[in-house]
C-alpha cells in the first residue's frame, strides 16, 4: 500500500469540469483529476481484462511444464507473458504519472513532490536490473 495518505472523497463531476474545464484533464480511462483527490468512475476493466488473460496463460504454461512440452515451446509462452505483464505496467505507469505524479508536482508541498519523484527513481533504477 502506498505510504501517502490519499484523499478519496465523492465530487460532482459535472460541477467540477464546468467550473474549470481545461485545468485538468480527463484521464485516460475516465475519472477526473482533482488535486490532491483519487477519482474514478468505474474500475479499470482493461487492466483486469489484461490480468485475468495473463492468469490463464500462466497456467497453461504450468499445464505444459505438467506434460513435458517441448522447452522451447515453454520458454516463447513465457516470453509472451513477461511482454503482457510489461504493457500492464505501462499502462499503470501512465496512469500514475497522468494522477498521482501530476498531482504531486503541482503540490505545495515539497515532501510529498520528492516522495514521488523518488518512488520513479526506484521503478526506473527496477526496471534497467536483469
Known amino acids: 500500500m502506498d505510504s501517502r495518505a490519499t484523499t478519496q472523497m465523492e465530487v460532482d463531476v459535472d460541477?467540477?469540469?464546468?467550473?474549470?474545464?481545461?485545468l485538468?484533464?480527463?484521464?485516460?480511462g475516465g475519472g477526473i483529476l482533482v488535486p490532491?483527490?483519487?477519482v474514478s468512475r468505474k474500475p479499470n476493466d482493461d487492466l483486469v481484462r489484461r490480468l485475468k488473460?495473463?492468469?490463464?496463460?500462466?497456467?497453461g504454461v504450468q499445464r505444459m511444464v505438467d506434460?513435458?512440452?517441448y522447452c522451447i515451446h515453454v520458454v516463447n509462452q513465457i516470453s509472451a507473458?513477461?511482454?503482457?505483464?510489461?504493457?500492464?505496467?505501462a499502462i499503470m505507469l501512465e496512469g500514475h504519472l497522468r494522477s498521482c505524479v501530476t498531482?504531486?508536482?503541482?503540490?505545495?508541498?515539497?515532501?510529498?513532490?520528492?516522495?514521488?519523484?523518488?518512488?520513479?527513481?526506484q521503478v526506473f533504477e527496477s526496471s534497467t536490473q536483469v
Open 24 to 28: 485538468y484533464p480527463p484521464p485516460i
Open 36 to 38: 490532491g483527490v483519487s
Open 103 to 121: 498531482d504531486a508536482v503541482r503540490s505545495a508541498d515539497a515532501g510529498t513532490r520528492e516522495e514521488v519523484l523518488g518512488e520513479l527513481m
Open 53 to 59: 488473460s495473463i492468469e490463464g496463460h500462466v497456467r
Open 81 to 89: 507473458i513477461q511482454s503482457a505483464l510489461k504493457k500492464v505496467s
Open 67 to 69: 506434460e513435458g512440452e
Open 15 to 22: 460541477a467540477f469540469r464546468s467550473s474549470s474545464p481545461d
